[in-house]
């Protein structure tokens, strides 16, 4: 294993703890025990007025810090926990099996129509600070219709996209990362049809079911 590798796995590990440690606050929320429900409300209420900045911004670093958020990386990893305030999910909602953001974009839009379109194409079509703030208002969107999410690839794709890097490896990512979320809001679950000889008696064309919302991460 080489050193970059290495240093890789190391930084997606810290990235995979940090998101586990948000997933527990909202499910913090949600306990029989007192104490955590006022440990989970409080960290998530701080993490929430992070992106008021000030003193506000610098309490929520006390919660981001611990992790080990690459010194690049801090103000990525700040905004997707304030991301995940505005949105609190537990790990079965919000885990590494849950829609990555562009594709429960796409089942929204369908069921809601243009304006959610709208909303897609200025969040691919901007950078910097602008893209922070279009990428507040889906996840917005996404809360108001309960609608899960994939905070440990959010935080992955975020890295990229708001890196200020103009080396054209970078380049060149940031541009894969768009053109995913493309494929991934268009995505259409297929139906799958039984074969007349896949089993006695069937008919060919019988739909069996719809094919399952496969998130896992992409070998870049």
């Known amino acids: 294993m080489t050193v970059r590798t290495e240093a890789r796995e190391e930084r997606q590990t810290r990235r995979d703890a940090f998101v586990s440690h948000l997933h527990s606050l909202a499910t913090a929320r949600e306990s029989d025990a007192t104490h955590l429900v006022a440990r989970g409300r409080a960290e998530l209420a701080v993490l929430s007025r992070g992106f008021s900045g000030g003193r506000h911004q610098a309490q929520a670093y006390g919660i981001v810090v611990p992790y080990g958020p690459p010194e690049e990386e801090q ?4 905004l997707v926990s304030g991301l995940f305030a505005l949105h609190p ?16 974009l796409g ?6 129509g243009s304006s959610v379109e709208r909303r897609f194409t200025e969040l691919v079509s901007v950078e910097g ?9 889906a996840v917005r969107l996404l809360r108001g219709s309960h609608t899960p999410l994939n905070y440990g690839r959010l935080l992955d794709d975020l890295v990229v ?13 940031r541009q894969r ?16 049809f039984r074969r007349a000889d896949d089993e006695p008696g069937g008919d060919p064309g019988t739909p069996l079911d719809q094919a399952p919302d496969s998130t896992t991460q992409d070998d870049e």
Do not use: C, F, M
């Not at 990362?177 to 799958?192: K, M």
């Open 75 to 78: 103000g990525v990893w700040l």
């Open 89 to 104: 999910l537990p790990r079965s909602l919000g885990g590494p099996h849950a829609p990555t953001l562009a594709r429960s």
């Open 107 to 112: 089942a929204l839009a369908r069921a809601k």
């Open 129 to 137: 600070a602008a893209l922070e703030h279009q990428v507040r208002q």
């Open 161 to 173: 996209l708001l890196s200020t890097d103009q080396t054209d490896h970078r380049v060149k990512e």
């Open 177 to 192: 990362v768009r053109l995913r979320w493309i494929s991934d809001y268009h995505h259409h679950p297929v139906a799958r």
